[in-house]
């Protein structure tokens, strides 16, 4: 019987690669770019596994794969480019059974999949697909579920020889999911656009006004919680050393434009 693999990614180029090749493999493939369509065509087709995207529009695939797991035990492989130990905990913590980050190569991802179909081949068979899900609508795969909070999971591991920075970024991601709350839900809830509080996940503080900082930080910090102190510090110290070269680069150009001027005179 030839297994039916559902591909979940927004991106179209890499939805076609893996199409063609996993093809190749003699594997039945259905690709969809939207996560919650991803949710209704998981309960209509039945696969017997799914590749999901973690960073998608609308709904995480930490999000989709959690509530796969409210109704199925189809196996998951989280496919993405984030390889830090809290993206890999708060997978496999969802439901995940592997996490593969990008690049990777189809030998890999091949070895993966035939693990993961050999592990979960005695709930795969006839007789248990009537168990998976008692439900014929997406709205079975909606109830909500606690996660346990998993911020601390983000603390860096001791090192022997200097103490690393706590990477706060992920802390409020991992809170976030750990609610339930989507990048979009927040945004409504906050009145702050998503691609702020995502540059907040990705510490990606460039990305914020510098004028809209600190209250993108105080805003979602009350909406989920949390503690900002830390991030208003990690916030500040990146930003103080490219303060201290722009005014550097500032200060060159105006002082070639005054050499050019004397040397013209």
């Given at each position: 019987?030839?297994?039916?693999?559902?591909?979940?990614?927004?991106?179209?180029?890499?939805?076609?690669?893996?199409?063609?090749?996993?093809?190749?493999?003699?594997?039945?493939?259905?690709?969809?770019?939207?996560?919650?369509?991803?949710?209704?065509?998981?309960?209509?087709?039945?696969?017997?596994?799914?590749?999901?995207?973690?960073?998608?529009?609308?709904?995480?695939?930490?999000?989709?794969?959690?509530?796969?797991?409210?109704?199925?035990?189809?196996?998951?492989?989280?496919?993405?480019?984030?390889?830090?130990?809290?993206?890999?905990?708060?997978?496999?913590?969802?439901?995940?059974?592997?996490?593969?980050?990008?690049?990777?190569?189809?030998?890999?991802?091949?070895?993966?999949?035939?693990?993961?179909?050999?592990?979960?081949?005695?709930?795969r068979n006839p007789g248990s697909l009537a168990a998976r899900s008692d439900a014929n609508s997406a709205d079975a795969v909606a109830p909500y579920i606690e996660?346990?909070?998993?911020?601390?999971?983000?603390?860096?591991?001791?090192?022997?020889?200097?103490?690393?920075?706590?990477?706060?970024?992920?802390?409020?991601?991992?809170?976030?999911?750990?609610?339930?709350?989507?990048?979009?839900?927040?945004?409504?809830?906050?009145?702050?656009?998503?691609?702020?509080?995502?540059?907040?996940?990705?510490?990606?503080?460039?990305?914020?006004?510098?004028?809209?900082?600190?209250?993108?930080?105080?805003?979602?910090?009350?909406?989920?919680?949390?503690?900002?102190?830390?991030?208003?510090?990690?916030?500040?110290?990146?930003?103080?050393?490219?303060t201290a070269m722009r005014y550097a680069v500032i200060f060159i150009v105006v002082l070639a434009v005054v050499m050019i001027g004397l040397y013209l005179l």
């Open positions: 019987m030839t297994t039916r693999i559902l591909v979940v990614d927004d991106e179209p180029a890499i939805g076609k690669l893996l199409i063609y090749q996993l093809a190749e493999f003699g594997y039945q493939v259905s690709y969809i770019q939207n996560g919650l369509l991803a949710l209704q065509r998981m309960l209509a087709e039945r696969p017997d596994l799914v590749l999901l995207d973690v960073m998608m529009p609308l709904i995480s695939g930490w999000e989709v794969c959690r509530q796969i797991r409210t109704c199925s035990t189809v196996p998951v492989i989280m496919l993405t480019a984030k390889s830090a130990d809290v993206d890999i905990v708060t997978g496999l913590s969802v439901g995940a059974d592997d996490y593969l980050t990008k690049p990777f190569s189809m030998a890999q991802l091949h070895a993966r999949i035939e693990a993961v179909l050999r592990r979960s081949a005695p709930a996660l346990p909070l998993m911020a601390e999971l983000s603390e860096p591991a001791p090192d022997a020889h200097a103490r690393q920075p706590v990477r706060t970024g992920p802390q409020v991601r991992a809170a976030r999911l750990a609610r339930g709350y989507t990048l979009h839900q927040a945004e409504r809830e906050c009145n702050v656009r998503w691609e702020f509080l995502q540059a907040i996940e990705q510490e990606n503080w460039d990305y914020i006004p510098r004028h809209e900082l600190h209250q993108t930080i105080s805003t979602y910090g009350e909406y989920l919680h949390l503690e900002t102190s830390a991030l208003y510090e990690q916030a500040h110290a990146y930003s103080r050393p490219r």
